[in-house]
């Protein structure tokens, strides 16, 4: 087992190509742990439908019930026998604070306007307007965008997919163990 794995916890709004630089990443040998996948599974194991809304709500009784550390541990704890980990899609700001201090933790925001974001995700996932406005609503409570002023690193992805991936790699795979970036 490694003792203190490397955690790049990735964050941004949703659009922000998070999942494209783990999956970045994951091609340069980094284990993935998405905290999406994580609501999902729960959700599965208690029978529950995976569709957004539920998902959404689930996540969100689960913090209040089990609390921000709970969920931080269970991310971390995907890590523990990993050497190199990506943490992508946590919102809520409070879990973020919590892996944020493990050791070999550096946190990286994904940077794209609010354009690009709208247009990735009615490609993506097909919403309308109304859908996009909740959704923001949404982020503002959660205080997704916060995370920017936290973060170690910040990517932009406002280009095109290659221009971003050339930045993730060129950005990300210089990250050293000692939380040290160029």
Same mark, same amino acid.
């Given at each position: 087992?490694?003792? /203190? ?8 709004l949703?659009? %922000?190509?998070k %999942?494209?630089?783990?999956? +970045?990443?994951? *091609? ?15 959700c +599965?194991? %208690?029978?529950?439908?995976?569709? $957004? ?6 996540? *969100?009784?689960l913090l209040?019930?089990?609390?921000d ?8 704890d =995907?890590? @523990?026998?990993?050497?190199?980990v990506?943490?992508?899609?946590? $919102? ?7 892996? /944020?201090?493990e050791?070999n ?11 690009? $974001?709208?247009?990735?995700?009615t ?11 909740? +959704?923001? =609503?949404r ?8 995370? =920017? /002023? ?10 095109? +997919? *290659? %221009?971003?991936?050339s930045?993730? /790699? *060129?950005?990300? @795979?210089?990250v ?7």
């Amino acid at each position: 087992m490694i003792n /203190k794995p490397q955690i790049l916890v990735i964050v941004g709004l949703p659009g %922000s190509g998070k %999942s494209l630089a783990a999956g +970045i990443m994951r *091609e340069v040998g980094w284990h993935v742990v998405s905290a999406g996948d994580t609501i999902r599974d729960l959700c +599965i194991s %208690s029978g529950l439908e995976t569709d $957004r809304e539920t998902l959404q709500k689930f996540g *969100e009784d689960l913090l209040s019930h089990e609390g921000d550390d709970y969920f931080a541990k269970l991310l971390i704890d =995907k890590a @523990l026998n990993h050497e190199r980990v990506v943490i992508e899609g946590i $919102r809520p700001v409070n879990v973020i604070n919590i892996i /944020k201090q493990e050791p070999n933790c550096i946190l990286v925001y994904i940077d794209v306007n609010q354009e690009n $974001r709208f247009h990735r995700l009615t490609d993506r996932d097909h919403i309308g307007e109304n859908e996009f406005s909740n +959704i923001e =609503k949404r982020l503002l409570e959660q205080q997704v965008a916060t995370t =920017k /002023k936290l973060a170690d690193v910040i990517i932009p992805n406002n280009g095109s +997919i *290659e %221009s971003f991936e050339s930045e993730v /790699k *060129e950005r990300l @795979l210089s990250v050293h163990v000692n939380n040290q970036t160029p």
